[in-house]
């Protein structure tokens, strides 16, 4: 399985740089992860989390270990699908794997389904 969609690679083109709080605030609002954050996360979770590309190549290596043929993955706090893309690059000798991605923004929902619609194979 090729990914054409790279989440982990925030200098690629397609991928907007994170420059949200960039400039002062006049009043500092709640964050929420809405539109203008799923827009830029690749960029945001790379730069606030430390071997991020580390972590979820790992969470591939081990559903590998021990995710059975039928087996369901959830990925909760999916945001993009990073950790199901990852999972699902290490899965591909299996026939049969069931992924289930939650999140509480619709907006990162809405992204999500639209990526793995396009780099997850049918199973």
């Known amino acids: 399985m090729s990914h054409s969609t790279d989440l ?53 290596v081990i559903a590998k270990r021990y995710v059975p043929e039928g087996g369901r993955i959830y990925d909760l706090g999916a945001s993009l699908g990073a950790t199901t893309l990852s999972v699902a690059q290490q899965l591909e000798h299996l026939e049969k794997v069931e992924f ?19 780099n997850l194979p049918k199973r």
């Open 8 to 60: 982990n690679t925030a200098s690629s083109p397609s991928i907007p740089r994170d420059a949200i709080f960039a400039t002062p605030l006049d009043k500092l609002a709640s964050f929420s992860f809405d539109e203008q954050v799923a827009s830029v996360f690749p960029d945001m979770i790379k730069r606030s989390i430390p071997g991020y590309s580390h972590i979820l190549g790992m969470t591939g």
């Open 100 to 118: 289930v991605t939650v999140d509480t923004s619709a907006a990162m929902t809405e992204r999500c389904a639209g990526i793995l619609a396009k």
